[in-house]
């Protein structure tokens, strides 16, 4: 078992896969701020936000449900999670977006699945993305590849907030839509990190 005084939120493992600086500005220095496409999440998840339940053709489906991993050190909440006459629990997490690929969404819902199995004592092996604009849902299979890779994740986001330090920017494609770009400063962080390699060249050659 992970002991920890501080669990991680499930939503910084997407942060992280999609850049490790972001995770850090928001889950270490409590950074966030808004833009068009956080503004959209948010509307595709004005009904799921709200906690409740509903049945329909014998399956409950939980909305806003807690959940957690005492062995990872993990807390959140799913997004919907659909209980099944069969004993099935099947986790779906909603994107703004057209139906596509997106790997640190994957992860993210792998982690649900973990902390459900660990709360409910059942196998999931599969769950969904379903995405706002396009409207369908995505299956996406809980692999033994994807576990482990919500596992390292896990171990890499402690390390970084033990470590209290603020990964390096991106500063590529991945910074033109992220909210935190203002407060990021990839270009200039990158600047600078070009004049220290560019300061620390030339005085190895002087010396």
Known sequence: MIETADPIMLSA?????YCPRQCALIHLEQAFDENVHTMRGNAAHE???????????????????????????LVGKCDVVEFHPDGKIYPVEYKHGRKKLQVHDDLQLAAQAICLEEMFGKTITNG???????????????????????????????????????????????????????????QAMAEIAKQREMAATLFDVEG
């Open 47 to 73: 009904r799921v936000d709200d906690a409740g339940f509903e049945t329909f053709e014998g399956v409950r489906s939980e909305r806003a449900l807690p959940v957690w991993s005492e062995r990872l050190g």
């Open 13 to 17: 493992l997407q942060h992280w896969s």
């Open 128 to 186: 969904a993305i379903y995405h706002h604009t396009s409207r369908r849902r995505r299956v996406v299979a809980i692999t033994p590849e994807l576990r482990q890779q919500v596992e390292d994740t896990v171990t890499t986001i402690r390390a970084m907030l033990d470590s209290g330090k603020l990964p390096a920017p991106a500063n590529d494609a991945r910074c033109k839509e992220c909210s935190l770009n203002d407060i990021c400063q990839p």
